[in-house]
C-alpha cells in the first residue's frame, strides 16, 4: 500500500514562495506517477502539475511559469516549487500516486496566501 506524507504548507504573503514535498513509501517510485492537487473551499478537487515517470510534466494553466513540479527517485519525494503565490492560490494541497493502476493519495497540507 502506497502511503503519502505531504509537507511544506503554510501561510504566506501574495508574491512570496513556498515549496510542498511529498514523500512516499510502499511503492517503486522511479515507475510512479506522481501529481499535485488542490482543493479550495467549496470548489472542486483540481489538478495543479503532474509528473511521470519519464520526467516528462503537466502544468494546469493557471500556474505555469510560476509553479515547478520536480521529482528525486533516490529520496522517494515529490516537490511542488510554487512561486509569485497569489491569493486564489489558497487551498489544500494534496499528493497523488499513480502507479499501475492504483492511485493513493496523501492527507493534504494547507496553503493560504493573504493579499
Known amino acids: 500500500q502506497v502511503q503519502l506524507v505531504e509537507s511544506g504548507g503554510g501561510l504566506v504573503q501574495a508574491g512570496g514562495s513556498l515549496k510542498l514535498s ?5 511503492t517503486i517510485f522511479s515507475l510512479t506517477t506522481m ?5 479550495a473551499p467549496g470548489k472542486q478537487r483540481e489538478l495543479v502539475a503532474n509528473i511521470l515517470s519519464s ?3 503537466v502544468y494546469t494553466g ?3 511559469g510560476r509553479f515547478i513540479i520536480s521529482r528525486d527517485n ?6 511542488l ?8 492560490d489558497t487551498a489544500v494541497y494534496y499528493c497523488k500516486a499513480v ?5 493513493s493519495w496523501g492527507q ?4 493560504t496566501v493573504s493579499s
Open 55 to 57: 520526467g516528462n510534466t
Open 108 to 111: 493534504g497540507t494547507q496553503v
Open 99 to 103: 502507479v499501475m493502476g492504483s492511485i
Open 81 to 88: 516549487q510554487m512561486n509569485s503565490l497569489k491569493p486564489e
Open 62 to 64: 493557471s500556474v505555469k
Open 22 to 26: 511529498c514523500a512516499a513509501s510502499g
Open 35 to 39: 501529481g499535485w492537487y488542490r482543493q
Open 74 to 79: 533516490a529520496r522517494n519525494t515529490v516537490y
